[in-house]
């Protein structure tokens, strides 16, 4: 037998067959629309993104240079992580990184008006405002509003009923490790 001295010596095994059928419509429908049609959708509407969120004076971690980003734009709006549980609760599915922001990815089923309204909810919905510095004219400074500090309060209620609900499902010696296990889980989380 001669292994490989690469990363492929380790691997092994049978591909998932079954999830290769399950992917292949998928396949299917991206070779019908076009990889470049959808690539140069994906550009577009990711500058209209970056565009949007600019003009509201947020910053932007993503490629200003369309060929060196992918289809994603981050969008480090003021309170992101409660903004991205707010509008996942509202059906606006994006997702969060610290030191990123709202991680925005529009694909080639997405339609314009649809980038505008999460960018939207992103602000005039509610969730945050912008006001003039007090001092430095030249800053505008964000904040949740009434209604994103209660988006936020109502997203780590929901937080808090589903791990309660997980762990009540749990059996009473697997409650027992999971408590004890507690003091290895905040260490985790602080890294």
């Known amino acids: 037998m001669e292994l490989r001295e690469d990363s492929f010596r380790f691997l092994n095994g049978t591909p998932h067959v079954p999830a290769l059928y399950a992917c292949q419509p998928g396949l299917e ?3 019908r629309v076009g990889i ?5 959708k994906s550009k577009r509407q990711t500058q209209r993104l970056m565009d949007g969120a600019l003009a509201r004076g947020w910053k ?3 490629p200003r240079d369309p060929e060196e980003r992918g289809g994603t734009i981050s969008v480090e ?4 992580k409660e903004v991205k549980s707010e509008l996942i609760a509202r059906d606006v599915l994006v997702d969060y990184r610290p030191a990123a922001g709202v991680r925005l990815s529009p694909h080639f089923y997405n339609r314009d008006e649809e980038l505008d309204f999460a960018l939207a909810q992103m602000e005039e919905e509610g969730l945050v405002r912008r006001k003039a510095h007090p001092t430095d004219g ?3 400074l964000y904040e949740l509003t009434p209604a994103g500090v209660e988006g936020r309060y109502k997203s780590r209620l929901a937080k808090r009923a589903w791990l309660l609900a997980a762990i009540n499902r749990l059996g009473r010696d697997e409650q027992q490790k999971l408590f004890a296990a507690t003091d290895v889980i905040k260490q985790l ?3």
């Open 29 to 31: 429908i991206l070779a």
């Open 36 to 40: 470049e049609k959808i690539r140069e």
């Open 60 to 62: 932007v971690n993503s």
């Open 77 to 80: 709006c003021p309170h992101a």
């Open 138 to 140: 030249r800053q505008i």
């Open 189 to 191: 989380a602080e890294t």
